[in-house]
């Protein structure tokens, strides 16, 4: 990820590869529901899935991760 990602901390594309509306939709929504189904806590995914929610309302959704907002 780190080697993949990194280089977009320098210099990020113009247009977002995995916005908020996909991370909250997919990785967040899909590990609480994973956590439910065998039991386990997931506080993080929780705080996250807030973040991300907060992010659509200040109209951050076509976002990307980004190093300068």
Do not use: C
């Not at 990820?1 to 990020?12: A, D, K, N």
């Not at 967040?28 to 991300?52: C, H, W, Y």
């Amino acid at each position: 990820m780190v080697q993949y990602r990194g280089p977009f901390v320098l210099e990020m594309p113009e247009e977002a590869w995995f916005n908020v509306n996909m991370m909250q939709k997919e990785p967040a929504t899909r590990a609480s529901k994973l956590g439910r189904q065998v039991d386990v806590p997931l506080p993080t995914t929780g705080i996250v899935n807030e973040f991300m929610t907060a992010a659509r309302g200040m109209g951050l959704q076509e976002q990307d991760f980004r190093h300068d907002i």
